[in-house]
C-alpha cells in the first residue's frame, strides 16, 4: 500500500515553455503532498506542502509564480513549472502523507527528471 | 531548528566488506522521527527504515542494522558484508511528530560505492 506515481517520469523542453509534472497518491487519500527538488550529486530540497483545497505554502527563496501547484483532489497534486528555463533542469520528486493519528512518513514517487534546453 | 549531518560523502568499499554510514541530527522536539532511505541511481527512493525516538532498539533486517543513540543523537546505519547492489546514495531523514510528517528534513546524502 501507500503508493505514489509521478507523471512524466522524465520531459525535455524548450527554453520558455511550461512543464506540467503530476503527483497521485494510488491507493490512499492524500490530504498532504510535498514537493521537493533535488539538484545532481545534491540532497532533496523541499520546494512546498499542499493540502488538498487550499493554496501551497512554500518555503523561503522558492517563487510561486514560477512553480504553480495545485492540489485539487485526495489523490492528485499538480507542479507547473513556468516559462522554464535551463537552470530549472532538477529532478522533482513528489510525496504525499494522509492524516492519521500514527502517521509520521511521506511516501515518495519515483521522481521527474527535467531537462530544459 | 531541525538539522541532519551526514558527515560522509562518499565513502568506497570493496564487496563483502562492513560499512557504517553516519547520521547525526538536530531536533528540539522530544518526539521525533528518523528514516534512512536509499536512492539508487534510478533517483527512486528507496524507505528502508523509520525509528520513533522512544525506541531506541537496535534493529537488524538481513544484512543490514541501525544503531539508535539518543545520548549522542545518532542514528547510524551498518550494512554488512556489502555487495555492488549496495551502491547507492543513501539519505538519512528527520521529521518532528508535532507536524505530523510534514517538515522533512533529509541530510546531505552519503554516496556509497561497493567495488566488485
Known amino acids: 500500500g501507500a503508493v505514489v506515481s509521478q507523471h512524466p517520469s522524465w520531459v525535455i523542453c524548450k527554453s520558455g515553455t511550461s512543464v506540467k509534472i503530476e503527483c497521485r497518491s494510488l491507493?490512499?487519500?492524500?490530504?498532504?503532498m510535498f514537493w521537493y527538488r533535488q539538484f545532481p550529486k545534491q540532497s532533496l530540497m523541499l520546494m512546498a506542502t499542499s493540502n488538498e483545497g487550499s493554496k501551497a505554502t512554500y518555503e523561503q527563496g522558492v517563487e510561486k509564480d514560477k512553480f504553480l501547484i495545485n492540489h485539487a483532489s485526495l489523490t492528485l497534486s499538480t507542479l507547473t513549472v513556468t516559462s522554464a528555463h535551463p537552470e530549472d533542469s532538477s529532478f522533482y520528486i513528489c510525496s504525499a502523507s494522509y492524516d492519521r493519528p500514527s502517521t509520521d512518513t511521506q511516501y515518495f514517487g519515483p521522481g521527474t527528471r527535467l531537462t530544459v534546453l | 531548528a531541525q538539522k541532519v549531518t551526514q558527515a560522509q560523502t562518499e565513502i568506497s568499499v570493496v564487496e563483502k566488506e562492513d560499512v557504517t554510514l553516519d547520521c547525526v541530527y538536530e531536533?528540539?522536539?522530544?518526539?521525533?522521527?528518523l528514516f534512512w532511505y536509499k536512492q539508487p541511481p534510478s533517483g527512486e527512493l528507496v524507505f528502508l527504515i523509520r525509528r520513533n525516538s522512544f525506541d531506541e532498539q537496535n534493529e537488524i533486517s538481513g544484512r543490514y542494522s541501525w544503531n539508535f543513540q539518543k545520548s549522542t543523537s545518532s542514528f547510524n546505519f551498518t550494512i554488512t558484508a556489502s555487495q555492488v547492489v549496495d551502491s547507492a546514495v543513501y539519505f538519512c531523514a528527520l521529521s518532528e511528530a508535532q507536524n505530523y510528517g510534514q517538515n522533512f528534513v533529509f541530510g546531505p546524502g552519503t554516496r556509497l560505492s561497493v567495488l566488485p
Open positions: 491507493d490512499f487519500q492524500a490530504t498532504t
Open positions: 531536533t528540539r522536539d522530544t518526539t521525533y522521527y
